[in-house]
């Protein structure tokens, strides 16, 4: 989840709590669409350049980014979330799932008839949702990701599916008014360091701790490709939920960008489907200097907002 951790956490500990909710560039979902910011930018430039698989959905948009390499966009909802199919020659690994608002195993099976893994690069909703029409499931063993796996209420996320979380109507076929994140179950629990075969294909379980106890990216060493989450994306790194842990994401980001010379793209969770692997340093720097007080910093309430260079930060507001 980019955004609305904080939406969660608000209905948690202030039920009352009306105050605009930001998305990317400090935009509520409202005033995008009154003014257009948000969803005038779809298709994102940054996809256009890749060519689009047709799939039997009108939710989904896929982008082939590599051979092999599927990215599964959900692009008319405000998480613009992103999955990516990854394609061996003997089965298939789907690297998140989406927010589960259409069915994905019928995309997912257009794309590929080999046997599918599911792994997530972490437990929040909107990279679970559609977890449970696939059979094969697998998860790390923390208490974070097993209290996740029971899915979430309607009242928990009754904003994802709100009006003004769309570019557009919702989905058809989508009963927003009842919508939750389901319950899903994992046939095989993984370890960090783990690799998973796919035939010519390896893919390597990283440890990334900091969004969620739980981060995990995916690194295809052999392809100089690194599958972020939420651990890196264009656009605000959110660091206000109790879940978030900035220390922990400094070192993992430490540890990234010392990937960088070794990778050819990074592919994020969220709004683009490509991103350079130098932007790895350059959040790993950042991050270094918010942590040492550094960036330009705006108090919001409970949070704050700090900005180092171009990298934007919304974080806890330090104890006085
Ligand atoms: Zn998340």
Redesign the pocket.
């Known amino acids: 989840?980019?955004h609305r951790?904080l939406v969660a956490a608000a209905a948690w500990w202030c039920v009352a709590c009306s105050a605009p909710r930001p998305e990317p560039g400090g935009e509520t979902p409202a005033t995008s669409a009154a003014t257009g910011t948000w969803c005038d930018k779809l298709p994102r430039v940054e996809n256009r350049g890749f060519a689009r698989v047709d799939v039997p959905s009108a939710w989904h948009e896929v982008y082939q980014v590599e051979p092999g390499v599927f990215a599964i966009t959900e692009p008319r909802q405000f998480q613009e979330a992103i999955s990516y199919l990854i394609v061996g020659d003997s089965s298939a690994v789907l690297f998140d799932s989406g927010i589960g608002l259409v069915p994905l195993a019928p995309v997912v099976k257009a794309l590929t008839a080999l046997p599918v893994r599911v792994l997530n690069s972490?437990s929040?909703f909107?990279?679970v949702g559609a977890n449970h029409e696939f059979d094969q499931v697998l998860a790390l063993d923390t208490p974070f990701t097993r209290a996740n796996e029971a899915g979430k209420p309607h009242e928990r996320i009754a904003d994802e599916v709100a009006p003004t979380a769309f570019c557009g109507a919702a989905p058809s076929g989508a009963d927003t008014a009842a919508f939750r994140s389901q319950p899903w179950q994992v046939t095989r629990r993984v370890k960090l360091g783990d690799t998973l075969a796919v035939g010519g294909r390896t893919l390597e379980i990283v440890a990334a701790p900091g969004?969620?106890p739980d981060a995990i990216v995916l690194l295809d060493r052999a392809n100089g490709l690194l599958f972020t989450g939420?651990t890196f994306y264009e656009s605000t790194l959110w660091f206000f939920a109790a879940e978030t842990d900035i220390g922990a994401y400094e070192q993992t980001m430490q540890r990234l960008a010392a990937l960088a010379p070794s990778l050819r793209r990074v592919l994020p969770a969220h709004n683009t489907v490509s991103a350079s692997p130098a932007r790895l340093q350059v959040v790993a720097d950042a991050v270094g200097e918010l942590r040492r007080g550094g960036g330009v910093r705006e108090v919001d309430g409970e949070r704050e907002r700090v900005t180092v260079g171009d990298v934007r930060f919304l974080v806890r507001r330090a104890a006085p």
Do not use: E, Q
């Open positions: 989840m980019r951790v972490h929040h909107d990279h969004h969620t939420d």
